[in-house]
């Protein structure tokens, strides 16, 4: 039987008791009505994985001890996906939760110039994350960045693979294609209407490798799902 498994803010390693926040403590004493001596699992979104059981089922601060940790590493690859912000945030909330299922390990909300929007709430996409990571059994938490312009992105990129999914017909391999030695990987997705031929220009300038992610057109949120199939799982 799988246990519950719950999001921790911060963990200090050694630590044997833990009094859990209110939101865990409720769902854990009130929706689950689990009690006293029940077993649980708690990660920090950092690699911690920790086995617990509760000695006080207390609806605001229940408190657990501590009977064993494991450390979880990261996965062998680094996929970093760089895609635009969307005009409806609830298409952009779904490609946030199957990236991080797949294990997306960072995400960049890229401000192209033809992205609708510009900004999001932190707080509502990061529980967005946690719900995901913890679906699907994971003790990473992918990294979300703050919304960066496209010029800023594509300059300070240092990863080993560095690729750019765009419409334009001219030079484009298929992403499976590109070989998957390199720990890191960063790809570029852009906005409905796709990258401009500038920023193209400019990331190929920077050496970023000109991909394709089929023979179909793709909304922006389909492209970045699949493109973390890709990198993630094939």
Partial sequence: MVLPFFYLSSYEPGTKEL???EDNSRHIVQVLRMQTGDP???????GNLLQAAIIEAHKKKCRVRV???SFQPRRHKEILIAISLLKNATRFEWF???ATEMGVTGIIPLLCQRTERSHFRQDRLHNILIS???Q???TWLPDLQAPTPFPDCVASARHGRRLIAHCLEDQRQSLTATGGGD???LILIGPEGDFTKQEIEEALERGFLP???GETRLRTETAGVVAAALLCIG
């Fill in 136 to 138: 699907s059994q994971q």
């Fill in 40 to 46: 649980l699992q708690l990660t920090d979104g950092r």
């Fill in 96 to 98: 946030l939760e199957k």
């Fill in 211 to 213: 991909v394709m992610l």
């Fill in 183 to 185: 720990r890191e990987s």
């Fill in 67 to 69: 009977t064993a940790t």
């Fill in 19 to 21: 009094h859990l926040d």
């Fill in 132 to 134: 995901a990571m913890l």
